[in-house]
């Protein structure tokens, strides 16, 4: 939890003790339905927590925002950035029922009155969003095919409606026919731990 507050200095009461609550929710939860693998729950705000707040220093999402979260797994980066953002609408969606089950247990937990959680497929997925967000679900031109219908095209955020994506390693190859409608943030620019030596915050503008 110190990891967080040493990059995140501006959180309110609650979001520091919903921030304190992530551990043991997912620790109880993991026991249960494996949605972290086992060696990793240890490393959760570091590995999960602000690996998915990399978005967070990248975009500051405008109250009304509505944000979809793809292939969002046990609730990354959806939940912790709804924390961050209480007046943006989160709607998490996974084609695996029992990790969807984790997300509402855990956002019914912390008062997430924010978060919407869907056991479906983005294939099925009509509404439009300000931003489609993921962390590396897929291949990433792959993926901006599955979501561009999901993207409104009226801007109300300081960077473009498109897709916010977390990925790590080497993808030059899958982004080059983007162009310029591309940006690429390293994280470390914002964080000093070498978990986030190969990491990056993709933006692609649809």
Known sequence: MELILKYFKDLSEEQKNQLAQLKDLYTEWNDKINVISRKDIDSLYLHHVLHSLAIAKVIQFQPG?????????????????????????????????????????????????????????????????????????????????????????????????GIIYIKGGDFEEEIKQYGKKISLFNCTEFFAEDFFETKKVVHLTL
């Open 65 to 161: 925002s509505n944000v979809l979260d793809v292939g969002t797994g046990g609730g990354f980066p959806g939940i912790p950035l709804a924390i961050l953002y209480p007046d943006t609408n989160f709607h998490l969606v996974d084609s695996i029922g029992k990790k969807i089950k984790v997300v509402k247990e855990v956002a019914n937990a912390l008062g997430l009155k924010n978060v919407t959680a869907e056991h479906a497929r983005v294939q099925q997925i009509k509404t439009k969003y300000d931003f489609i967000v993921s962390r590396a679900v897929t291949a990433f031109p792959a993926f901006v095919n599955m979501v561009r219908k999901n993207c409104k095209i009226e801007n109300k955020n300081a960077l473009p409606n």
